[in-house]
């Protein structure tokens, strides 16, 4: 496989690996992986959703449109890159925005698939409230998913990055767990844009980074986080904990990822390794990075695992996208990819940190338009399922 050359290769194969993962994951979002199995054998490309929701068809996504996770980065992204900087109150603007509701679709407007922890934030945001006072106590992966974009825009400024990371997720989470697994995600991405190896060293390189960001949290806004008493740690220790299982086989290992979650004040219990919890999520990402011999196979692995596939796929594109270059990427995934060029474009404007002369298509606009696009093809599949039809369509 062709090795990447330069940190543009690195930017855009993470951009798009990020959204290309969070595209195949966003069916599957809440299967297990026997019910992936039962229904579409191994999933190797964007699925039809309704094989397996027949019971609940409003959970039918349009093949190769990724969720909010890619739409939070590519948000974080519109704002660095007119900024300069992390500003909360024009990323405030753009959430809300996009909050607008569409006509015949339902009050998350362009969202798609946001959870009760968002909604919270975008309803304290249209209550006035300050968007550095918004972070929710939920322990979600949420900060971490989109994150990547600080990493590449802040690439080689660590202190920076940091600063920019931090601002994002404390304006959704307040807990130390998924702020720091936002750091984890930044460091890691860092790191392999850099042209870091996926060695062993690199897990003890990123718990390091993490554990120093966790103290620092603790200094800087230790009265203002949930469970730093009893999870100051606990992002770093799950990664460093990774390394322990390289060599074990495949199902050992995953196990005990899920174990070493629970240490960790999983809840509920964490039942699969890509439960969308932070000290499961991330290291099991980081682990089928280093196990794994090519971007698409380790894609395929983490999202046939099922559980939070969308943010977990998300978040191992992003890893394995920096590691391995955009041309890594299978052209079957690029092509099926929506709004392929607008990521793109974006993924080289935060290279080099200016997107002077690059026709960057509108954010709000094309993410409406896609929202819409994908409520006016699921109401008229569904018309013509109870027409007569047997499921739904690929479309």
């Known amino acids: ?21 969070d595209a195949l994951g966003a ?8 019910q992936i199995r039962v229904h579409y054998d191994l999933v190797v490309d964007y699925v039809d959703g309704a094989l397996a929701w027949k019971k609940k068809p409003y959970r039918w996504r349009l093949p190769g449109l990724y969720s909010d996770d890619t739409q939070q980065a590519l948000a974080l992204a519109e704002v660095l890159l007119a900024c300069g900087r992390m500003d909360l109150d024009r990323l405030a603007e753009l959430y809300l925005a996009l909050s607008v509701p569409i006509p015949g679709d339902s009050f998350a407007g362009a969202h798609r698939g946001i959870a009760r922890s968002f909604r ?13 006072q918004t972070g929710q106590d939920s322990a979600g ?21 940091a600063e920019a990371a931090v601002a994002a997720s404390r304006m959704t989470h307040r807990d130390v767990r998924s702020i720091a697994g936002a750091m984890a995600v930044a460091h890691a991405v860092r790191l392999l844009a850099a042209g870091a190896e996926p060695a062993p060293s690199l897990l003890f390189k990123i718990a390091a980074e993490v554990a120093r960001a966790e103290d620092k949290l603790a200094d800087d806004f230790g009265d203002d986080l949930s469970s730093i008493d009893v999870h100051r740690h606990s992002v770093s220790c799950s990664i460093a904990h990774a390394e322990s299982l390289l060599d074990r086989p495949r199902d050992q290992a995953l196990a005990a990822l899920v174990d070493e979650a629970n240490r960790h004040g999983a809840e509920p219990s964490c039942k699969r390794p890509t439960m969308g919890f932070p000290p499961a999520c991330i290291p099991t990402c980081l682990y089928l990075l280093l196990t794994t011999e090519s971007l698409e196979e380790a894609l395929v692995e983490v999202v046939n695992l099922g559980g939070d596939a969308d943010s977990a796929g998300a978040i191992l ?15 079957r995934w690029l092509d099926g990819l929506l709004n392929l060029e607008g990521i793109d474009l974006r993924a080289r404007a935060l290279a080099r940190r200016d997107a002077n002369g690059l026709a960057i298509p509108d954010y709000l606009e094309t993410e409406r338009d896609l929202t819409r696009r994908e409520s006016e093809t699921r109401t008229l599949l569904l018309n013509q399922r109870q027409g007569g039809g047997d499921h739904l369509k690929k479309c």
């Open 120 to 132: 919270k934030v975008l309803d304290n945001l249209e209550r006035g409230v300050s968007p550095e």
């Open 141 to 161: 992966v949420g900060a971490a998913v989109r994150i990547a974009p600080v990493a590449l825009y802040f690439a080689g400024q660590p202190e920076a990055m």
């Open 27 to 34: 069916p599957l979002e809440g299967l297990s992986a026997q």
């Open 1 to 21: 496989m062709p090795q990447p050359t330069t940190p543009l290769d690195r930017a855009r194969g993470c951009l798009l690996g990020m959204a290309v993962g």
């Open 317 to 331: 594109g992003a890893l394995a996208g920096a590691r391995y270059g955009v041309e890594a990427i299978p052209a």
